[in-house]
């Protein structure tokens, strides 16, 4: 999956690989449906969000360290 964002002053490419949701995966102890389950019904963690933004900006090709600031 791959997208183009706009937040956080400005436009970002946004693309979670399989590296990536294994990561988010790894991260959240729950399989990428489940995390997009709980952001849907409201149940969602920290790290559900947190974490699929900065694997998604790191996945598009941003550096981790910017990625985490952002």
Request: no cysteine; charged share 25%.
């Amino acid at each position: 999956m791959s997208a183009r964002l706009t937040w956080q002053g400005g436009t970002h490419e946004f693309r979670l690989g399989i590296g990536e949701l294994r990561a988010l995966q790894d991260e959240t102890d729950s399989g990428p449906g489940q995390v997009l389950s709980r952001l849907n019904a409201g149940t969602w963690f920290v790290d559900d969000i947190t974490g699929t933004l900065r694997l998604g900006l790191t996945g598009a090709g941003m550096e981790g360290d910017k990625a985490s600031k952002l």
